[in-house]
């Protein structure tokens, strides 16, 4: 393979795996939303949207790690590794780029917490867990303001749905909490 046709195909890996990983967070997020109030399919158990919740996270996860490392290795831009983890120190688009290591960054803890998730205690992972309302939306700033597409149609209806998503997701929880104070008996 030609060293163009490679570096082109890295880049649509660092553009698509950035797309994909932003979806999957999406549907992380909407699902963590379901999750929390205890919403399951009709006919599934409580457990199936707990597990697909997860599911979906580590796949995101494992998506976010390929667009870093790809935005790393390739050589059409340069993005140093401090760069992927250290907001805002970038030269190449430094405040695009920070947001993407902000919220890599909140990704990173979520993920860490997660998997100490036992030892940490319910009420210190459920306070770092809120990480990922911060997380998505720099995520998606990240999206919206990085790289050659940013403007394109196919991107911008891309973060529409994404928004579209959590902020009926955010609604549907708001709306099921109702006032608290019609919950307390009279």
Request: aromatic share 8%.
């Amino acid at each position: 393979m030609s060293d163009v046709l490679r570096s082109e195909a890295l880049w649509y890996l660092v553009r698509g795996s950035g797309v994909v990983a932003l979806v999957l967070l999406t549907v992380t997020v909407a699902l963590g939303i379901a999750t929390a109030n205890r919403w399951s399919a009709v006919g599934l158990p409580r457990f199936v949207t707990a597990a697909l919740h997860r599911s979906v996270a580590l796949l995101s996860v494992s998506f976010l790690g390929l667009h870093v490392l790809t935005s790393i290795v390739d050589t059409y831009v340069s993005i140093r590794a401090v760069d992927a983890f250290v907001p805002f120190v970038g030269s190449v688009q430094p405040v695009a780029l920070g947001l993407g290591a902000v919220a890599f960054d909140l990704v990173v803890a979520l993920v860490a917490t997660s998997l100490v998730r036992g030892s940490l205690g319910l009420r210190a992972w459920r306070t770092v867990h809120w990480l990922a309302y911060l997380a998505w939306p720099v995520a998606l700033l990240h999206g919206l303001t990085m790289g050659t597409d940013t403007a394109a149609s196919w991107n911008v209806v891309t973060v529409a749905a994404c928004v579209l998503v959590v902020v009926a997701a955010v609604a549907w929880r708001v709306r099921l909490a109702g006032p608290r104070s019609a919950q307390a008996p009279a």
